[in-house]
């Protein structure tokens, strides 16, 4: 039994759970900040997004360094594997997270529109929900959770239309026109989370199946904005 | 905005680096000859404590001339000669006045082939404390020594049993708690698992990583990979030919070993480590 | 499918060449035999008609009983030859061991170069040394001028045994690996140390294995004892100072006698020592086996 090499996987897959609370808190920072217009909070995420970026870089680094030392085989070359893509996926969440709280500064002097405003914090939630639900299904191992996801991720495109049909309707109000572009890219953003929930999800099922597979049919025609 | 606080998430996850590192070992312009032979030149490097460093190379390059240089295990080899100068603690070992005795007393070695003695497990790893004259506690001693090369628990009820009775790995792990029993800093490891199985040698793998915590090893190993699993740090030695076409081993690069295996410094290193080598 | 059938077609049946290379190892195999056959033979022959002279006579009174007055028409016996012949080789181990074992230690773990080769050639030529010679040489340096005594007879036997002993010592020290030397020296243990402690050891049963052989050489060396021991003498003598009877130089007298009954005790006798040495030698070559497990692995 090589138990400093199941010591190292061990710590590297508690890194990657840590980074995955780092997003979920960064994510409700950026929605916190949307919702109540805080620009100071705004900042302090953009801010934060270092943090992640850090424990990204150290993820890939420890991965390197334990692909090169330990040549995992088989369920270990996996999870390696699969933990190489989930890292990459976290941190491009903590980005969209970024990415909205820069979207909240610009138009933070402009009063919203609640239907929408709603709307958004409700994507906000679902994908918060996604997120935790990719997270446990990799830590508990569990492939049924994991395809939930492809639900869940459902939900969240059902909104996002939702959303864009309600701003057809807004985009005439010239007060409100820029918010309601920059919401738009803000409800792309968040869809564009629950889409790398999924492949978090895929990444689970890799390691427990051993398959290559999407969960969505790839051919199925993307309905996006 | 409590949650916003960012948390110093450096501190838990970075890697096991001691901030301050002790030499042990300060080789410095080593060369080794036997007769007209050089084995090795032109070697500087600093052997740190309680790390696990490694020596890799191809055949021939003077690794394992090298390590046993550590201990003075050449001295026994008719012709053998060296010069430059390695400081242990600072003490030259080839100084005037130094006991190869004593120095083999602190610097202990366990070989490629495992070499139990034909006595009891017991005698085995009593041995050396006994002529030694560490005679107080021996039981303690010897079940000390056994546990530190985690073999305790399959022996302890044959410890009068012959040595030669138990398994590879067994015995090789006994030349280990053989070598721990008079309490060494440092344990050379001259290609301790080339002969064992691939289960045997995973356990002397593990048990080299509880080593460090107490001493400090230096391991010659052919199996590249077993450097990358086990060292701190690696030194890449490769023969060098001159335009006289005489080889002598040289030390190519020698640096973290996770930076070795994914970053070498030197082409020769990439080309051995990538097996493009010769 | 196409491999398995063209595989099929091929010839693996002897062609002539082959043929005639199997004929060559016959013969020499062949040969071979003959000459281990040959051996055994001699061996067989020897051993046979020695028993056959020699075996009527042998019975409890002719092992243990006092040494017959010449002429006598008493059979008598030759107790007092063994116990004579087991002191002077018991003597003679006792002084050939310690010090051909020194020798090979001294040889194989210590001497340099230059000290090596003159010790190592003196040692083979004691080795091929005509018994008469040493047997001359004790005459001159230690009966001379005073009486056959027992311990001349086993200095004599002890210059036969100490080279092959020596010799016998330096195999097996090669035999013992030298990662067992390094093992020990490693440990901090000195050079006197780890022979003592682990290569002697080590080489017990083999040196045991040639100390026998040694034995067996020596009990049946008649020469260095001719001059040493004594002629007369019918009853056990204990005392190695004093003239000793013995085997092989009895069995010399009495072959020499013209009293037929002296030649019939002479093959008796011949029997027992050649049982003897028989003897001794299997227990060394048992012993050998032993310590060969014992040490290598």
New interface residues.
Partial sequence: MRVSFQEELDQLEASLQEEGALVLRVLRGALNALEQRDVELADEVIAFDDDVDRLYLQIELGIQTLLARQTPVATDLRLVLAMLHINLHLERMADYAVTIAKLTKLVADVEPDPPLQQSLQEMGERAEEMIRVALDSFADRDLDRAETLVELDELIDRTNRRFVERVVELVAEPELREWVLRMVLVSRTLERIGDHAVDIGEQVAYLLTAEFREFTDASHPEEHV | MAPMRPVDVAAQTEPSTPQSRETVFDIQGLKASYGSNVAVKGVDLEIYRNLVTAVIGPSGCGKSTFIRCLNRMNDEVPGFRQEGKILYHGIDLYGDGVDQIEVRRRIGMVFQRPNPFPKTIYDNVAWAPRILGLKKDLDERVEKALKGAALWDEVKDRLKKSALALSGGQQQRLCIARAIAIEPEVLLLDEPASALDPIATASIEELMHDLKTDYTLVIVTHNMQQAARVADRTAFFSLDVDESGQGAGVLVEYDETGKLFTAPSDKRTEDYVTGRFG | MAAVEQALTIDLRAGARARRRRLVNRIAEAIAILAAAVAVAMLVWVVWSVAERGASLISWSFLTGDLPIPFSPEVGGIGPLIVGSAIVVGIATAIALPVGVLIALFLEEFAS?WLRVPIQLAIDLMTGLPSIIIAIFVFSALVYGHAENGVAGSLGLAIVMIPLITRATQEVLRLV?S????????????RW?TVV??IL??SLGGILTGTVLAVARAVGETAPLLFATGIFGRTLQLNPTKAMPNMPVQIFIWSESPDPLDHRRAWATALVLMTLVLVMSLVARIALNWSRR??T?
């Avoid at chain 3, 990662?179 to 000195?190: H, N």
């Fill in positions: 170069n690996p990662d067992q030397r390094e093992g020990a020296l490693a440990l901090g243990a000195s140390r402690g682990v050891p080590a014992n040490t692995r």
